[in-house]
Every structure is written in C-alpha cells, then in structure tokens.
C-alpha cells in the first residue's frame, strides 16, 4: 500500500511527493505531518495548531449548535481545564493544517479545494463537530451534530456520513498518538440511525500499537449513552518519516 | 438492530415510522422501498424510477465531467442498448427517489433536506457520479470523479468521501437485487489514493444471500483497471415488508 502511495505520488510530480503528502484517507487534522517531529511533544502545547493559520476555526459554537451540543461542548471545555483534554481546532481546508514552513500550495491552488467535511458555506446543514483528545487515554472524542444536508433515509444521516465522520476522528486520534499514519482498514457496525439534528458524541482510542499497525475502536453513541449507533475499528499505518518518503521517490 | 430502528422511529412518532422509513445507512435510490413489490420486476422496466419525480436528474452529463468520465459514461450507455444494463437516475433529495402515492413528506420539509451525495450547489465541487445496474450479475457500478471539495490528504480524495461512495454504491446494489435492505456492517480497506479530478468505477456485487443476509463485494479501481484503489464487503439485511414494519410499531 504504501508502495501504492508512492507510484501515485510520482505520478504527480515528485514536489506533491514530498510536500502535498499524499495518503490513502485523510481527517483533515494534520494527517502525514508528524507533530512530535516539529513541534515536541503535541500534547504538551495545543497552541501549536493555532499558531500554523489564520483561518476561521470551525470548530467553536455557532448559532445553528442546539442546546444539546451545546452543552456538551461546554462539559468538555471544563474538562480542558486541568490539561487532560485538548480542543482540536478544525479549518476548511487541508492546507490550513499544516504549518508555513511546510506549505508549498499556493493560496490561488488552497482556495479551490475544501476539506470535505467542512465543504459547505451555510453553518448547520452539514457536519458540524468539534473534537477534544484526551494524550493520556489516546483517546479522541467527536461531538457531532448532522445538519439536514447529510440526509440518507428521510429524517437521518447517510450511512457515508457516519463512516466519513468516524474515519476522521480515528484518523485524527491516530495522528495525535502515533503520528505520520495512513489508513488500511475501517469497518464499521451500524447499529442504530442517527436522527438528522440530533448530537452524538464519536468516542475513538488507540487500543493498541504491534510494529507499525495502529489499532483504534470506535463508538457513536447518543449523549445519555443510552443509544449506541454504530461501533467500528480501525487500522492505520505508522510512516517513519518523510525522510522515508523520500528515499522511497529517490530509490524509483 | 431492527428493534433499534423501531425504537428511533417511534420516538419520532408513529407517521414518520410508516412513512419516512427509517434505516440505518441510504444510498439515496430507494432504500427501503421494495420496488419489485410496487412496480412489479424492478429491472424490466426502468421508466419506473423517473415516473416518481420531475426534479432535476443529477446522474446526467454536465460540464464539470471531465472526458474519461464522459468516455466511460458513454461505453456503459452503450451497453445499455440490449438491456442488460440500466441507468439508475438520481436526485438531490431522498424524497424524489419514493414514488408520489408513497410520500408523506411535505415540499416544505422536502425543501429542508438534501441527500448527502447530492447537496452541493455547483456542478463539479462534490461528488460527480452516475450509476449502472446489471440485474443479471447482481451488479452495479459507478462512474465516480471526486471533485476538489472532497479534499482529504491535499489533492486526494478523503477516506471518508471514498466511503460514502462505496456505501451508496453497495446500498444501491442491494436494494435493486434483494428490495428493502438496511445496513449492518461495512468494512473497506483502502489501497491507494485518489486523486481529486480523476475518475474511478466503483463495482459492486451481490455475493451470495443467505437467509435475510445479503453479502456484497465492491472494488474501486482506475479507469484502466491497473490500480486498486480500495475494496469493501459489505452485509445488509432484507427487511420483510413494510408491514413487518407496522407490525412491529403496533405490538409495542
């Protein structure tokens, strides 16, 4: 697989190779950007992100928050306080993850893509979510409230965008714990439909790490806990670096 | 799992139970509604789908469709000419793909709403894609071409896009082979990425159906076929009637 990412890459030119680090699936949460490497220990300074863009962080309440999420943001900002829990900002675009001294996309290229879960304009009818991680649990949990353009059945959310909001917080719990990562497999067990509107809380932990397979479960449950609406696994595979990207390219 | 969508639903309110058939996973073509049992054999005949609605058919050629999607478009519409493919038309709202005598929705909550696939305004930005059946090999494809707000990994498509559009693809499938299904599990192992802008043929297939199980394997593969890009299985389960659906409700 990663030879396949590679071949890819290639195919693009080897400046994407190196820079625009192509991966098989993406959280948009600094995917492929190792930030131990760059930045220390992640979990020690979460100013880190902030740092990297001035764009709009989409993850902070907005008028179209019911109470509920709300409320549940609220519960985990508290928990912020004493350290054990990060929020993770969240911008529209790939590129806005990653830090200046890494970007080589021009802002006339950022502008014509979207990070796919923050790809409309109106606030409320898409995905709406924010994510706190928890360092020392390797833990990472989504607060996640489906607007009414995410519709499968009438009246609940797609199946695609359950396992879209589900392979983001894995991927991004991965990351945060393991860090340069790609995904191989997600399997999810759907359980119960989420009603459009409503807000369930995406619980994702590394359960454990063999060589460079990063094993993380998943469960989505609604805010009394009392619903489990789907439950899934995940397996991500750890890079070394991007040194080893590019002796990969070099060795072609 | 089926008593936890009666369970959601009555929540709702008995209407919304019988009418807005509630599901775990949508591919937005009919799920749940047993075509066989209100138009008779499904894939005789396929003016039945475009009888339900005059809104704007999206699985239709624009602009934005680059000319390997408009060449592969082009060859699966060619074999639909003895009939042993079909086009499935697509809207953007689940409602349009029930047919009239069946809704209960009003245009008003119909307007609120959009199925997830089809909720971009733009042509191009989101997901393009048109689909095929070949009810004899218990098939459907998908012409799919990731547009630049699907955005994963920068220039690629994110998992969570890859996903939903597997999901649609295999709901698709079989719903048309085994009528009213809803979604159990859905596990993808991705292989190689996909670029924003390329095109690549999601094929799906029924594998074998035991009892109310349904067993599907999907591949997502380029153009030419030389790169795998991700495979899926995935099992759905055959619901009764709607009547089991009634009877269910009224017994609780």
Redesign the interface.
């Known amino acids: 697989?990663w030879k396949?990412?590679v071949?890819?890459a290639r195919r693009?030119g080897r400046s994407?190779v190196l820079h625009?680090?192509?991966?098989?699936?993406?959280?948009?949460i600094i995917?492929?950007l190792n930030p131990a490497a760059t930045c220390g220990p992640l979990w020690n300074s979460m100013t880190w992100l902030s740092q990297f863009t001035r764009s709009k962080d989409y993850a902070l309440p907005n008028s179209s928050w019911s109470q509920g999420m709300m409320d549940l943001y609220s519960r985990f900002l508290e928990m912020c306080k004493d350290g054990k829990w990060k929020r993770i900002p969240s911008y529209n675009?790939?590129?806005d993850h990653?830090p200046e001294s890494l970007k080589v996309?021009s802002e006339k290229e950022r502008k014509?893509?979207?990070?796919?879960?923050r790809?409309?304009d109106t606030e409320g009818?898409?995905f709406e979510y924010a994510m706190f991680l928890n360092p020392s649990e390797k833990r990472m949990v989504c607060l996640f409230q489906p607007g009414?353009?995410?519709?499968?059945?009438?009246?609940?959310?797609?199946?695609?965008?359950?396992?879209?909001?589900?392979?983001?917080t894995v991927?991004g719990c991965a990351i945060f714990i393991a860090g340069r990562v790609?995904?191989?497999?997600?399997?999810?067990?759907?359980?119960?439909?989420i009603?459009?509107g409503s807000v369930v809380l995406v619980d994702s932990k590394v359960d454990h790490i063999e060589g460079r397979k990063v094993f993380l479960s998943c469960q989505v449950k609604s805010i009394d806990g009392q619903?489990l609406h789907?439950e899934a696994t995940a397996l991500f595979i750890q890079l070394d670096s991007t040194k080893y990207l590019q002796q990969q390219v070099s060795s072609q």
């Not at 014509?112 to 879960?117: I, N, S």
């Open positions: 697989m396949n990412c071949r890819v693009l994407a625009s680090d192509p991966r098989v699936s993406c959280c948009g995917r492929g675009n790939t590129s990653i996309v014509k893509t979207r990070l796919f879960l790809n409309m009818v898409g009414p353009y995410l519709e499968g059945p009438p009246g609940f959310a797609h199946g695609g965008s359950i396992a879209a909001m589900i392979d983001s991927g790609m995904t191989a497999n997600l399997s999810i067990n759907y359980k119960s439909p009603p459009l619903t789907a």
